[in-house]
């Protein structure tokens, strides 16, 4: 296995999925990076490396989103642990783009993770093969199961308009 060519070609597409799973640059790199250590150190049996990357990355995002849901259950109970920052200041010009950001984000968050996933891995141009590789389920479900994705994303983003008018 060329494990730099593999880099080369999969990388950038990897981590913009994880930048739009996550909403976060510095999770996505990570996530990014881990899938890529996984797979040096553990090469997969099966043919479709790419499949795998992602199915290993979204797993990783799914782990780390678990502890950071434990953490934030641990500060509740004890809030002089939180740290202290600064809110970042944002241009008028960029608010529009982030509130905007915000609803579909917040739209994807609250489709269940496996809805979320083909929407995101359809965006990122995979076959409807590798998309049923990564989600466990048979290629002739994928259309249906990308197809109910889209329908309740449009039904979370027109009950939930976030974004000013």
């Known amino acids: 296995m060329d494990f730099r060519q593999l ?11 994880l930048v739009r ?10 996530a990014t990076q881990e899938a890529f250590v996984r797979l040096v ?13 992602y199915r290993v990355a979204t797993n990783v995002v799914r782990d780390d989103r678990r502890v950071q849901r434990r953490r934030l259950e641990l500060l509740r109970e004890s ?20 509130d905007r950001r915000t609803a579909v984000r917040n739209a ?7 809805d979320r996933t083909v ?20 290629t002739k479900s994928v259309g249906s199961m990308i ?3 889209l329908q309740k994303l449009a039904a979370e983003l027109a009950l939930n308009p ?4």
Do not use: C, K
């Open 119 to 138: 929407l995101l891995m359809r965006e990122e141009g995979f076959s409807h093969q590798e998309i049923a590789e990564a989600v466990e389920t048979t």
């Open 79 to 98: 809030p002089d642990r939180a740290p202290l920052s600064d809110q970042p200041l944002n241009a008028e010009a960029a608010l529009e783009v982030e």
């Open 147 to 149: 197809a109910r994705a």
């Open 7 to 17: 880099f080369d070609e999969h990388y950038e597409p990897l981590f913009r999925y």
């Open 108 to 114: 994807l968050d609250r489709l269940s993770a496996r």
């Open 41 to 53: 150190e553990r090469p997969p049996q099966e043919t479709q490396v790419r499949a795998w990357l």
């Open 21 to 30: 799973l996550t909403g976060d640059a510095d999770s996505a790199a990570d």
């Open 162 to 165: 976030e974004v000013r008018e």
